[in-house]
């Protein structure tokens, strides 16, 4: 008996150790390709090129441990050969990933010199243009191995398990981002004499926003700098924080957007609340109004960066030391800038500015190096599908190609229907920083393509409840008491708007604006203690026809974004006339009802189908 268990028992233990060194080779082919990416960015390209040959032969390994005994032998199991070919086709898209990767490693090495050439693209301030020709056929190969990698994963088949699904459309969204980076870059190739002032200088205005004071469009101004590039020489003209004397004075003029957020003409705003508009689109060219308004020169474009990208620039670079704050990395940055800063005197808040502008001077010295600046990019212009970083070019230059590298700041469709909830700081505290915000958005979907919807709003102010100013004083930097406009922006269809709020001390406005795309907006303010909350509802009905008609129907909503700190927490509910099928968006669906909750971390779009739409 003990012969036939051990002979049982051989072939099992021969599987095991076969799917264990099949898991060991996907697990060290993965690693190797994250460490190529960071030797890449790092300057390294010999290691980088170690680390792409060592990602190569254990995928290789892992294609060989599928097809090869007796792993193989698992085939004759329907659902498993469906998954070993799925294996099988998603390794043969990693060897084109690693073609690109080792291009991708060669034009990096070129652009920043470590290939031995010593001629950079950038390096001391300046970017050579004309170095970036001799570099096309590297990226027309890149684009071509990685077209070749989704080709392959297209031939993954449907019906694969969901966690190998999960690596698949992982690796989609990887290789889809990748491509459409090369697109973005010839369109803009051509461009860039003009953008970086090879015969006439070209300047631009950098804004770093502090998001413990939010507007629709971003947090206040923290921080400006002006950065002119001439003759590809990029150099800081002035820089500085925002403040009455140097950017804030409160002076006259004419905005794009009205409506909630200024008046028509001669706005008396002062620079920090130029943004208030949803849209960069729209709050750029706002910006850069403000900005010759209080007696600047004009600018070329306005570049927006918040926490999240500078963050991002410290994790690509390494921490910054600070006498003040001690070492600044990117996982505590926002806690030693923002909330480190809440309780302070004010002796230390102006010590802080100072500080704040030789953090920002720091990161400023290292995007004019070489190595420095290209990694800064990299890592800021990932995370460009959150906003933290926004472009506008004056003349509305280069719209599309902004809008392709998701660094335009704009908002989803606003149709048919709309999720546009904002906070509007109305009492210069910085407790936004402090702010959650949950909102729900039930529809009631008619078969004659009507619906009637209500959105409720909660937003807490979770301030400390002792520290800083007394409760008495509710207006300035210290203090822990929230007030905003409640702003909500609807679809332009929108009828019978209702609007309310809790009970509490309310600013109420009977008005129904417009905002400047001629669409429906209501507001209403409120004071919030710390620990309390606001609820704020708004109900309107979409007329006959909205959604389609009768048996043939689709929901579909815009969600917008603001850029809090911490993300809103978002419920969608769909009633309808029949079973809805899930189109965009992840839904969970149960007869007539659909429900999909999330946190907001970008703008996206949500639909539904229901009838033979």
Known sequence: MTWVVAVLALPLAWLLLSLLITGWHAKQASSALNAAAAQMTSGDPVAAADSIDSARSNTEALKNDINSLPISALKLIPYVRTNLEGATVFASSAMHVLDAAQGSNQLFAKMTGSDGSNQPVFANGTIDVA???????????VDVDLAQAKISLHQVPPDISPLLRKYVDEAQARIDGIQRGISVYRKIKPALPELVGETTPATYLVVFHNPGELYPGGGAALNTAVVQFSEGKMEVLEKGPVSPDFTNPAVPWDPVSHGPYYAETNAKDGFAWSNLHQDFRTTGENMMRSWVATGHDPVDGVISLDAVALAAAVSATGPIDSQFYGQITADNLVQKLFFEGYNEDPAAQQQRKAVNQ????????????????????????????GQHIRIHLSDNRLAKALREAQVDGAQPDPEPDR?????????????DIFQTRTVIHDVYLQDDGSATVVQTAKVTNNAPTDGGSPLSDRIGYTTRWAFHWNIVLLPESAKDVKLAANPGEIKTDNRVFTDVDGRKAV????????????????????????FGEQGNLEYRVGVEHQLTINDVDLTVNVSGPSQPRPQEGDWSVNGDFASTRFPVARPTTLALGIGDR
């Open 358 to 385: 030789q953090l920002i001077d720091e990161m400023l010295a290292r995007m004019q190096g070489g190595t420095g600046a290209l990694s800064i990019g990299r890592a800021i212009f990932a995370t460009a599908p």
């Open 131 to 141: 170095a970036l020709d001799p570099l096309t056929p590297l990226v027309d190969q």
């Open 419 to 431: 999720i546009a909830f904002y906070t509007q700081n109305q009492n210069a505290s910085k407790v």
């Open 523 to 546: 507001r209403v303010g409120r004071w919030i203690p710390p620990g309390e909350s606001s609820y704020i509802t708004v109900s309107y009905r979409l007329p006959d026809g909205t």
